[in-house]
T-cell receptor
Framework: DGGITQSPKYLFRKEGQNVTLSCEQN?????MYWYRQDPGQGLRLIYY???????QKGDIAEGYSVSREKKESFPLTVTSAQKNPTAFYLC?????????????FGPGTRLTVT | AQSVAQPEDQVNVAEGNPLTVKCTYS??????LFWYVQYPNRGLQFLLK??????LVKGSYGFEAEFNKSQTSFHLKKPSALVSDSALYFC?????????????FGKGTRLHILP
């Protein structure tokens, strides 16, 4: 988990509210990612960013938004449009090594929406 | 399109016995392969990777994995399991020359080591 921080570890929200999950890295990595993890479904990519001020949708971007104003930071907003927001959210960053990318993960944020 | 499969949702092994967690992949071109481990309510931790060279790669905590190109597999192994090895294990794949740097993860295999 070293080098990538996610806060808070546990987050509770009422249905209909937007919520922003923080992700910060001090590894000087160019690329950052957000994944959602649900039991039995592995990791699903929400958004990723390869460079500051640019990001792309992953496989399940609907109901989520991101920004990448600084290299170190990649916050994820879970909007009220996300129908099933309760999940474990993982942030990652990657560095290019000899032609491949090695990902490092943060500790995760567990979001519960009621 | 890239894909990775972990055919077993759960694997049970007695402590002290050898363990194997299976992974198969599909990519165009040569694969880059990874194993990660996740403990409850934690992020993923890197275990080992295959990029090129020797088909048997060694990683953290005594784990190793064997790359088999003909069977498109990258099974995770350990000669003697510990109770502390109980966790969720993910296999992942990427391929060189891609337009971006996404890694595709399997659905995970839960490993239970029985005392």
């Amino acid at each position: 988990d070293g080098g990538i921080t996610q806060s808070p570890k546990y987050l509770f929200r009422k249905e209909g509210q937007n919520v922003t999950l923080s992700c910060e890295q001090n590894l000087n990595h160019d690329a950052m990612y957000w994944y959602r993890q649900d039991p039995g479904q592995g990791l699903r990519l929400i958004y990723y960013s390869q460079i500051v001020n640019d990001f792309q949708k992953g496989d399940i971007a609907e109901g989520y938004s991101v920004s990448r104003e600084k290299k170190e930071s990649f916050p994820l907003t879970v909007t009220s449009a996300q129908k099933n927001p309760t999940a474990f959210y993982l942030c990652a960053s990657s560095i290019r090594r000899d032609g491949y990318y090695e990902q490092y993960f943060g500790p995760g944020t567990r979001l519960t929406v009621t | 399109a890239q894909s990775v499969a972990q055919p077993e949702d759960q694997v049970n092994v007695a402590e002290g016995n050898p363990l194997t967690v299976k992974c198969t992949y599909s990519v165009s071109g040569n694969p880059y392969l990874f194993w990660y481990v996740q403990y409850p309510n934690r992020g993923l931790q890197f275990l080992l990777k295959y990029i090129t060279g020797d088909n048997l790669v060694k990683g953290s905590y005594g784990f190793e994995a064997e790359f088999n190109k003909s069977q498109t597999s990258f099974h995770l192994k350990k000669p003697s399991a510990l109770v502390s090895d109980s966790a969720l294990y993910f296999c992942a794949v990427s391929s060189p020359g891609g337009r971006d740097d996404k890694i595709i993860f399997g659905k995970g295999t839960r490993l239970h080591i029985l005392p």
